[in-house]
């Protein structure tokens, strides 16, 4: 019998080798990999929500913000123009334009208005003669015949458009080329008290002012923009975009739904549209692709935008 080396000790009883060892701890830093790439997951998709609520919040809130600035702006000039067409001595003007005594009274009204717009300026246009007067700083106190509106002419169909509106007012962004001004144009038309169609009158805002003043956020990565209920785009911070003299486009191609690039996005876009106007007291909201980039659209109704 071959006795044990005395020099050579026993392993010790109980005790694992280095390659057990080293297999539990594979296991415990497994498990520990597994349930931290569990964790990142989890953080990744709550960091998500949480920024898609906050974009919305955030849509919802410039939304409104951007409704009550223009609905103030607005409501106070169109004001201002419908009492203006309702004035019976620009009314009596309106119907014999050549009185010089009713021209007098005229000019004389019409410069205490023209004193109140926002912009010192106002526009009158007969329905008898379709003369165009334009009074501004410079030509105060008397407004200039600026051009005569021509029936057919694509450039003048705001007149006849403004005169049809059962509204009674036509409100549009234009480059009018005779005087070289490019408005957000408030167009109203002047009615007698028994419904006699005299002309239309109106005031205009200068667009790049109303782009600064009321659709800049100063939120980056925030867009506002004006559309109307066919989805056209009124008004954009970058005018390339908007679509002028709508009362004259034959077609229109500025529109929010081509900006989503297929018809399905299209529809639910025109969904959301109808939501906001059916429900103007809310603001819906929705995650949407504009130009292939995700984007959250939080559309609200405006009173007196057509």
């Known amino acids: 019998m071959t006795k044990p080396d005395p020099a050579t000790p026993p392993p010790a009883p109980g005790r694992p080798g280095p390659g057990l060892r080293a297999r539990t701890i594979g296991v415990l830093l497994a498990a520990a990999l597994a349930y931290g790439a569990v964790l990142v997951l989890v953080g990744h998709d709550v960091l998500n929500d949480m920024r898609e609520d906050l974009a919305t919040a955030l849509a919802r809130d410039t939304a409104r913000q951007t409704q009550q600035r223009i609905e103030a702006k607005l409501g106070q000039e169109l004001a201002l123009s419908r009492r203006l067409a309702e004035s019976l001595t620009v ?23 023209r004193r109140a717009f926002d912009s010192r300026s106002y526009f009158a246009a007969p329905l008898a003669s379709l003369t165009f007067y334009f009074a501004e700083e410079r030509t105060a106190p008397e407004p200039v015949a600026s051009y005569t509106i021509r029936r057919g002419n694509p450039e003048n169909a705001w007149f006849f458009a403004t005169l049809r509106r059962p509204e ?39 667009l790049g002012r109303f782009l600064a003043d009321l659709l800049s956020s100063g939120e980056p990565g925030v867009i506002s923009m004006i559309v109307d209920r066919a989805g056209t785009i009124v008004a954009h911070p970058d005018p390339a975009r908007m679509e002028f003299n709508l009362a004259g486009q034959g077609r229109i191609e500025k529109t929010l739904f081509t900006l989503s690039g297929d018809e399905a996005a299209a529809s ?12 103007p007291e809310t ?3 929705q995650p949407v692709r504009v130009e292939g980039k995700p984007r959250i659209l939080a559309p609200v109704s405006y009173t007196h935008l057509a």
């Open 283 to 285: 603001v819906p909201a």
């Open 168 to 206: 009674g007012y036509w409100i549009n962004v234009d480059t009018d080329k005779a005087i070289g001004v490019t408005n957000v144009w408030i167009n109203v038309a002047a009615r007698s008290p028994d419904g006699v169609e005299r002309g239309v009158v109106g005031t205009g805002i200068d």
């Open 91 to 113: 009314q009596d003007w309106l119907a014999d334009e050549n009185n010089p005594e009713r021209r007098q009274r005229f000019f004389r009204e019409g410069e205490n208005f």
């Open 268 to 279: 639910r876009l025109r969904a959301l549209l109808e939501s906001a106007v059916a429900a």
